[in-house]
């Protein structure tokens, strides 16, 4: 879901995210689509913006405990190949 103005949420109402990593995790293996992609202005950075929400937190906590744990919650480029 693409929102055009995401000025009408309240900060604490959104998860930004900054790890191309993370989005890929939370975008293709656990199919949450975030409301907008921006890019930083002082970076040029693409940065997503995802809706809070417990599903959304449980994928977060997923995420941590992955990098805790040394599991790859992804396959890294270059473990990619076809068989």
């Not at 879901?1 to 995401?6: E, H, I, P, S």
């Not at 809706?51 to 997923?62: A, G, R, V």
Request: charged share 35%; proline share 4%.
């Amino acid at each position: 879901m693409k929102v055009v103005n995401t000025d009408v949420f309240n900060q604490d109402e959104l998860f930004f995210c900054y790890s191309p990593n993370l989005y890929k995790f939370l975008r293709y293996k656990k199919d949450v689509e975030p409301i907008d992609i921006k890019v930083n202005r002082r970076t040029h950075k693409k940065y997503s913006v995802f809706i809070k929400s417990p599903e959304l937190q449980t994928y977060l906590d997923e995420w941590k405990n992955n990098k805790i744990n040394g599991d790859f919650a992804i396959r890294r480029a270059k473990q990619w190949t076809s068989d």
